[in-house]
């Protein structure tokens, strides 16, 4: 890639976004754009554009993303919810069956990012490579990477902050205690974690992450509970990556994580639903613990891990670079 700025264009919120703006002002002179104004009057320019909200926001932009080719403007588009692209029905299901709407936005993403790979000066990057579907997304998307989530922290060098909740606390923290990262919601089984928590487990638990007022009531009759309701920094986060010997991601939804790739990388027992997405996709990585239940977990060995010892089995560093060079 030449020496310009390239534009960024991320959500107006705090997500993974943040994370992947950071990594891209890591191999090149970018500048993170929020405002939609300031978004259209760099699309009708030559300005090279990394998309971050291609799945969502972004394609409102569409017919400026087409005509972009007819002036030079190049774009980058990465997509985190590719599989959202393959919601089928039959037609019995669609008339009786719930969440019609998202059927109809898989059908018109379908044909938008059929219709931007194939007539358009702008790329589509999954981050879905090794997917089970890839076959099929390969219709809408320009090429696959592993999530940047599995591989960045190697280059973004993230320092390591204690959170405050940890400095004056007698908890104990040892290669049992299990990390749950991020808002303590449904998409976190968050019944089914209470519900285990309610038995009074052997392991420690720190969870990390905005808990809803109800939910804290209930945790904080549990001496094995750590929490930090709050949002968590990147470096507060790698400190705790560090620190614990196991992080939970028995999910409800089949999707990619950046919790599960960050402990990846930090090489840790990762706590996954057997015979769902993350087992599946990632059965080759050593320390997945895959249960159906969280009781299972009473009789799971924890292996003894090295801390930072990183894990390469996902780079796509390489590739990722490749990519915004032929930008």
């Not at 970018?30 to 090279?48: D, E, P, R």
């Not at 090794?130 to 998307?141: C, D, I, N, P, R």
């Not at 705790?240 to 599960?260: A, E, I, K, M, Q």
Request: proline share 2%; charged share 25%.
């Amino acid at each position: 890639m030449n020496n310009k700025v390239a534009y960024c264009f991320s959500a107006n919120r705090i997500c993974h976004h943040d994370d992947y703006f950071l990594l891209l002002s890591k191999y090149i002179s970018i500048k993170n754009i929020k405002s939609k104004k300031k978004k259209i009057a760099i699309l009708l320019s030559k300005k090279k554009v990394v998309f971050l909200d291609i799945d969502s926001l972004d394609l409102i932009f569409f017919p400026i993303i087409m005509l972009r080719s007819l002036w030079g403007g190049k774009g980058l588009a990465i997509s985190v919810r590719t599989e959202y692209l393959l919601e089928e029905r039959t037609f019995k299901e669609f008339i009786f069956h719930r969440r019609r709407l998202i059927y109809i936005k898989s059908m018109v993403k379908r044909i938008l990012f059929y219709l931007i790979r194939k007539k358009s000066s702008t790329n589509i990057v999954s981050i879905h490579k090794g997917h089970k579907q890839s076959k099929k997304l390969k219709k809408y998307v320009n090429s696959f990477i592993y999530d940047p989530q599995l591989w960045d922290l190697a280059i973004l060098n993230l320092a390591k902050v204690k959170p405050i909740e940890l400095r004056k606390t007698t908890f104990q923290i040892n290669e049992k205690t299990i990390l749950v990262a991020g808002r303590f919601d449904k998409q976190r089984s968050k019944f089914e974690l209470l519900e285990y928590l309610s038995s009074k487990p052997r392991e420690n638990f720190i969870i990390a992450g905005k808990i809803d007022d109800s939910d804290m009531d209930i945790l904080r009759e549990y001496a094995n509970c750590l929490l930090i309701n709050r949002y968590v920094s990147n470096e507060e986060l790698m400190y705790l990556y560090d620190v614990v010997g196991n992080v939970y991601c028995f999910y409800s939804n089949d999707r990619p994580s950046g919790f599960f790739g960050r402990a990846l990388q930090f090489n840790k027992n990762v706590i996954v639903r057997k015979n769902r997405f993350l087992h599946k996709m990632f059965n080759n990585y050593k320390n997945l613990i895959p249960i159906v239940n969280l009781s299972e977990l009473n009789s799971v060995e924890f292996n003894s891990i090295e801390n930072n010892s990183g894990n390469s089995l996902f780079d796509d560093s390489e590739e990722f670079k490749n990519m915004l060079e032929q930008l």
